[in-house]
């Protein structure tokens, strides 16, 4: 539902062209401005680009084209990606996909289901990703939601305990790094890291 309704807000603001739906667990690289800059330039007015994402089964990534500063565009042509982290879009392509999306009968991130009902035609990724799920809890979940260890580990997060959640968030990172550079095979990308911040 909260995508359905950021996406029906970027299709009725008058001043837009282009829009960014983020989540509220993630981090952002420098070089994500430059990013859509490019991205507005080209034509992708039916489509998606996805700029974060989950990979848990392996994955080709195929180059299409250049971006800026070592990011590339890949055209996905099979959709074992998941993640609605951060992803970019046209004002015509939220209006079509917002009012396809309700009533909302799957997940925000059910890229398959979305291209198979013609929600939009084509999904892109931008690589070496320039968004990074930041692998904690969103501030959507309960913090009561479950038992004592858990409670301590959002009260650490919550109040970024030093150095405890400087630690936490640096293992948590490099195991997803690990799990996408696994499954990611990206052979045409010069970069090595799933991720560039």
């Not at 929600?119 to 009561?144: G, T």
């Amino acid at each position: 539902m909260s995508h359905a309704k950021a996406l029906t807000v970027l299709a009725n603001d008058e001043l837009c062209t282009h829009g960014l739906i983020i989540e509220d667990d993630v981090y952002l690289s420098k070089d994500l401005p430059r990013i859509l800059t490019q991205l507005k330039t080209l034509n992708t007015l039916d489509s998606i680009v996805l700029l974060s994402c989950l990979v848990f089964k392996p994955v080709d990534v195929k180059f299409v084209s250049d971006l800026c500063f070592g990011y590339g565009l890949t055209k996905l042509e099979h959709y074992k990606i998941l993640g609605a982290q951060a992803y970019f879009l046209s004002k015509d392509g939220a209006k079509r996909f917002s009012e396809k999306l309700l009533p909302v009968t799957t997940v925000a991130d059910d890229w398959d289901t979305f291209l198979s009902r013609k929600y939009f035609s084509k999904l892109y990724l931008v690589y070496p990703l320039p968004v990074v799920h930041a692998e904690f809890l969103s501030v959507r979940n309960s913090p009561d939601s479950a038992g004592i260890r858990t409670a301590i580990k959002n009260y650490i997060i919550k109040y970024k305990i030093f150095p405890l959640y400087q630690m936490f968030f640096k293992i948590r990172f490099q195991l997803a790094e690990k799990r996408q550079r696994n499954n990611i095979n990206a052979p045409d990308f010069n970069y090595k890291k799933t991720y560039k911040l």
